[in-house]
């Protein structure tokens, strides 16, 4: 079946530094990606999305690509905050008509000061 | 800006007893679901709805489960007979379409415990 992996977490990192969260899917079809946000306390937020292969999704100054080649979506940013901090979630959407999202595991980041 | 809501944020039960949890979607969204976390783990799909129905449900979603549009505004997740094992997360979600590329906007979450 259709699924997501994430790379493992809690990440930490200081102000400033590059980040990189792989994920990885497995699908049958076409599916559209997504990396969803949870800061503390919080419900999920969309970050960024792509729905085809070669498409980069861009917000915030996180960037992700769809790479059908080696299924992959990594998110990258060049230089993270403090309030970068939060719970990343890689999901996958494929089916039309009401398709649910697969989620990853989510990636813990903590930026340090 | 529009967003989910969700009653309440946090319930305690009893093992056995009956939840209903609350969702008020966007208002110009015609697909609903519901998703749950249990703690430490995936975030899950439940259930997806449209036009009055279920389009699609998972293993998860049993008969201990319902969902309904009770009027034009509220979408709620019955679970009749609540077990430990529910303990989790229950996420709501809406978008405007049911396509793939579609954004789902996910309501704060109400956290269900299960004594």
């Known amino acids: 079946g259709n699924s997501v992996t994430q790379m493992e977490g809690p990440v930490t990192l200081s102000e400033e530094a590059f980040l990189t969260i792989n994920c990885t899917y497995t699908a049958t079809g076409y599916p559209s990606l997504f990396w969803y946000v949870q800061y503390p306390g919080e419900g999920l937020q969309l970050l960024l999305k792509a729905t085809k292969a070669d498409d980069k999704g861009s917000n915030k100054g996180f960037e992700a690509t769809y790479r059908k080649e080696t299924t992959s979506f990594h998110l990258e940013k060049g230089s993270v905050q403090v309030s970068d901090s939060a719970v990343y979630f890689c999901a996958l959407s494929e089916r039309n008509q009401g398709g649910k999202l697969i989620f990853g595991q989510g990636t813990e980041l903590s930026v340090k000061p | 800006e529009p967003e989910v809501t969700q009653t309440p944020s946090h319930q305690v039960t009893q093992m056995g007893q009956e939840v209903i949890l609350r969702c008020v979607p966007i208002s110009n969204h015609l697909y609903f679901y519901w998703y749950r976390q249990i703690l430490g783990q995936k975030v899950e799909f439940l259930v997806s709805?449209?036009?009055?129905?279920?389009?699609?449900k998972s293993e998860i979603f049993d008969d201990q489960f319902s969902v309904e549009r009770p009027d034009g505004s509220n979408f709620t997740l019955k679970i009749r007979s609540t077990k430990l094992e529910d303990s989790a997360m229950y996420f709501c979600?809406?978008?405007?379409?049911?396509?793939?590329?579609?954004?789902?906007?996910f309501g704060p979450g109400t956290r269900l415990l299960v004594l």
């Open positions: 979600a809406s978008s405007v379409a049911g396509t793939r590329q579609e954004t789902q906007y």
């Open positions: 709805f449209y036009n009055n129905e279920i389009s699609e």
